[in-house]
């Protein structure tokens, strides 16, 4: 009887940690959420105010945490723009492209990009397309 009544309450005690591991896990990712999307809207906020090193810096504490998706390319692609770093910036456009070829607005980025670093046929052909994608005439 006491074995039993011994079993059952470590059983209700392991049961009841692992509630609390569930709950800690939950609570962790969600904090890690928050971070990933602090980070994002810094390098954001950097970008606006022009302050590229300083986005550059939020990007890479987000890379090393997650992957980055197209959006994230994009952005890195603005920040190595705006500090000159063009063909860092046109990989990074190239990729965002590359997982989501739908984005016109990174396709005009780098359409503009192209222009400058003096390959306007490449830069005209993503331009006129990005326009033809946003129903601009």
Do not use: W
Request: overall charge positive; glycine content about 10%; charged content about 35%.
């Amino acid at each position: 009887m006491r074995a039993s009544l011994f079993c059952l309450l470590v059983a209700m005690i392991g049961l009841s940690i692992g509630c609390k591991d569930e709950k800690y896990l939950k609570e962790k990712e969600e904090m890690r959420q928050q971070t990933l999307k602090g980070l994002r809207l810094g390098a954001i906020m950097g970008v606006v105010q022009k302050n590229y090193e300083e986005a550059k810096g939020k990007l890479k504490k987000l890379e090393e945490m997650e992957k980055f998706n197209a959006d994230d390319y994009s952005l890195r692609g603005e920040v190595n723009e705006g500090l000159g770093q063009n063909s860092s910036a046109l990989e990074d456009y190239n990729k965002s492209i590359e997982m989501d070829p739908k984005k016109y607005k990174v396709l005009e980025r780098r359409g503009k990009l192209l222009v400058k670093m003096g390959q306007a046929k490449e830069g005209k052909a993503d331009l006129d397309k990005a326009k033809q994608m946003s129903g601009q005439k």
